[in-house]
């Protein structure tokens, strides 16, 4: 069974440009979130998508975009990148949103360095 | 605004003793915690959750306690085993968070060595 998989798992870009990650969830899972874990701090939520639908937001700016397609998998979309943007980008998948006994499961996340 | 935060980066243990991970909240709308551990090059997992109707959850030799009147919560590991080197992340979420929104700390890297 596998689990959460992301790709690519690093990513080189210069400041200005756009970067689309990727995330298949884990198999059963309908819900998928991001997050950005910057270098000495912990996961930051960034987004949630469950039904195709961006259901939950943390405090990122409108620069990051998201999608969810009708088998589950999600995209996230970074617009101008900025050298801030340099982190390893977490995403994780559960089976249903809004069960407090629902563990979230993560991938190996994708490392964007933005020069 | 850090409503979690684990004021220990790090901890250095000695095999068979007692690891105990500590975690702040300063957010009382909180009302489940968990625990997740990372190795380096890899995502983090899931390790042990609380309600904040309980006061201790126990699970092998992972156990969590919860003050809710301090807004305080820790992780003990007893025996502390060399495979348990990793980085342990406080995290809390709420309903009207929606669950899923976890709330991380910043982490705590443990070393246990022989």
């Known amino acids: 069974d596998a689990g959460v998989t992301q790709s690519p798992t690093h990513l080189i870009k210069t400041r200005g440009q756009q970067v689309t990650l990727r995330c298949s969830p884990k198999?059963?899972?309908?819900?998928v979130s991001w997050y950005q874990q910057a270098l000495g701090q912990g996961p930051q939520f960034i987004f949630q998508y469950y039904e195709e639908e961006e259901r939950q937001r943390g405090n990122f700016p409108d620069r990051f975009s998201g999608h969810q397609f009708p088998n589950y998998s999600s995209e996230l979309n970074v617009n101008a990148l900025l050298l801030g943007d340099s982190a390893l980008y977490l995403c994780a998948s559960s089976r249903t949103a809004g069960q407090p006994n629902e563990k979230l499961f993560f991938g190996s996340g994708t490392q964007l360095s933005v020069l | 605004d850090q409503q979690v935060k684990q004021n220990s980066p790090s901890l250095s243990v000695q095999e068979g003793r007692i690891s105990i991970l500590n975690c702040d909240y300063t957010n009382s709308m909180f009302d489940y915690f968990l625990w997740y551990k990372k190795y380096p090059a890899e995502g983090p997992t899931f390790l042990i959750s609380?309600?904040?109707?309980?006061d201790k959850n126990e699970d092998g030799r992972f156990t969590v306690f919860l003050n809710k009147s301090a807004k305080h919560l820790s992780l003990h590991i007893v025996p502390s085993q060399p495979g348990d080197s990793a980085v342990y992340f406080c995290?809390?979420?709420?309903?009207?968070?929606?669950?899923?929104?976890?709330?991380f700390g910043a982490g705590t890297r443990l070393a246990v060595h022989p």
């Open positions: 995290a809390a979420s709420s309903f009207s968070g929606g669950y899923n929104k976890l709330i």
């Open positions: 198999s059963g899972h309908d819900t």
């Open positions: 609380i309600s904040s109707i309980k």
